[in-house]
């Protein structure tokens, strides 16, 4: 079973109380199942581990309630949690300069989920591409990525450019910004 570090779980909650409200937190760990809803809640230490799945159902309960229609709101998730850990986290060290944040993805990656491998393809000065390969999380996680290394690097442009559910053998990224 594959198991997400505290800190991505505590970013997407501050999210949802800091973008939503405590009340609307309050009301996703409600519909959770038990289990889940325990994994998910404040007590959680960034660097403790939780299963994938926790993640994944109190993203999609929070954009079942309150988010329905709104087709970028995983990314936004995601680039919330990003920029919280570009400046908050134990890896503001290694997120402080752009190109150091890029050579050390495969790292932040394997720190965050530890399903899957992600493999540079092309790194440049104003970009970079890369593949999550063995990746299998759901198409909410996909958009969520997208939206955590966006705002990890501050890029000025995030595109998801192939998906492994829509039968590509991979989910590939690239992140564009002024050089």
């Not at 997120?95 to 092309?122: F, P």
């Not at 969520?144 to 290394?149: E, M, Q």
């Not at 998801?160 to 990224?173: I, K, L, M, N």
Request: one cysteine or more.
């Amino acid at each position: 079973m594959a198991t997400v570090r505290g800190s991505a779980v505590l970013d997407t909650i501050a999210f949802v109380r800091d973008t939503l409200g405590i009340r609307e937190h309050r009301m996703i760990l409600g519909l959770l199942p038990r289990a889940c809803a325990a994994g998910v809640d404040l007590t959680l230490s960034e660097g403790q581990r939780r299963p994938l799945e926790y993640l994944v159902a109190y993203m999609e309960q929070a954009k079942a309630l309150f988010a329905k229609g709104d087709v970028d709101f995983f990314r936004r998730m995601g680039r919330y949690a990003g920029a919280r850990n570009r400046h908050d986290s134990n890896f503001k060290f290694i997120l402080g300069a752009r190109e150091t944040a890029v050579r050390m993805l495969k790292v932040l990656w394997s720190a965050r989920l530890d399903e899957g491998t992600l493999e540079v393809v092309t790194s440049t000065p104003g970009g970079v591409t890369f593949r999550l390969v063995g990746f299998h999380g759901s198409p909410s996680l996909c958009q969520w990525n997208l939206g955590v290394v966006e705002g990890e690097l501050e890029a000025t442009s995030a595109r998801h450019t192939a998906c492994v559910f829509q039968g590509d053998p991979y989910c590939e990224y690239t992140m564009s910004w002024e050089a």
